[in-house]
T-cell receptor, first 113, second 118 residues
Framework: GENVEQHPSTLSVQEGDSAVIKCTYS??????FPWYKQELGKGPQLIID?????GEKKDQRIAVTLNKTAKHFSLHITETQPEDSAVYFC????????????FGKGTHLIIQP | GAVVSQHPSRVICKSGTSVKIECRSL??????MFWYRQFPKQSLMLMAT?????????EQGVEKDKFLINHASLTLSTLTVTSAHPEDSSFYIC??????????????FGPGTRLTVL
């Protein structure tokens, strides 16, 4: 089955700086890669996703890049703000829809004021 | 995006009892729902895929007789933890796909249910 590795486990950045979280996946059949933000005691919220036919996607301060050959994808957050502090999870699935998501272990992002 | 609700948000029960958790898609019909479990400070692990009108598909290592899943309608899936024990204490989260709009792969997550077994 699919295996998703995520790094780093904890990331502390100064407010206003950029944050980058990286993930690798093992199954070349995976073609859908979402990123979720989870606040304490809540369910995950989708913040951005990318499909394997696209190399990069951007939504305001958030961007995701995908290197299908190397089987890795990254989340980029620019101009970080205190409200960006949370745990971020990457995930992968075969986007046919019948499959659940395989999650990375998560990154605790801390924005230092 | 689509809205998924869960009930209850928090439940405490005695060891040996059964607990039912509901997952509802509020503004769309979901033929497929997923159940995940998350232990403290860990990632989400897929437990099972719930298909409307048919049997659930369980991930390896998940006991189907212990975690009963029923998906009787297009807006409701239930997870029943039978004969719960302290090691079943966890955060249970469901998700659902909205097949009618948007990317078919996008999953909308519920707010989760915190189960504590004494």
């Amino acid at each position: 089955g699919e295996n998703v590795e995520q790094h780093p486990s904890t990331l502390s950045v100064q407010e206003g700086d950029s944050a980058v979280i990286k993930c690798t996946y093992s199954d070349s059949a995976s073609n859908y890669f979402p990123w979720y933000k989870q606040e304490l005691g809540k369910g995950p919220q989708l913040i951005i996703d990318i499909r394997s036919n696209v190399g990069e996607k951007k939504d305001q301060r958030i961007a995701v890049t995908l290197n299908k050959t190397a089987k890795h994808f990254s989340l980029h957050i620019t101009e970080t703000q205190p409200e960006d502090s949370a745990v971020y999870f990457c995930a992968a699935s075969y986007g046919g829809g019948a499959d659940g998501l395989t999650f990375g272990k998560g990154t605790h992002l801390i924005i230092q004021p | 995006g689509a809205v998924v609700s869960q009930h209850p948000s928090r439940v405490i029960c005695k060891s040996g009892t059964s607990v039912k958790i509901e997952c509802r898609s509020l503004d769309f019909q979901a033929t497929t729902m997923f159940w995940y479990r998350q232990f403290p400070k860990q990632s989400l692990m897929l437990m099972a895929t719930s298909n409307e009108g048919s049997k659930a598909t369980y991930e390896q290592g998940v006991e189907k007789d212990k975690f009963l899943i029923n998906h009787a309608s297009l807006t409701l899936s239930t997870l029943t933890v039978t004969s719960a024990h302290p090691e079943d204490s966890s955060f249970y989260i469901c998700s659902a796909r909205d097949p009618s709009g948007g990317p078919p792969s996008e999953q909308f997550f519920g707010p989760g249910t915190r189960l504590t077994v004494l």
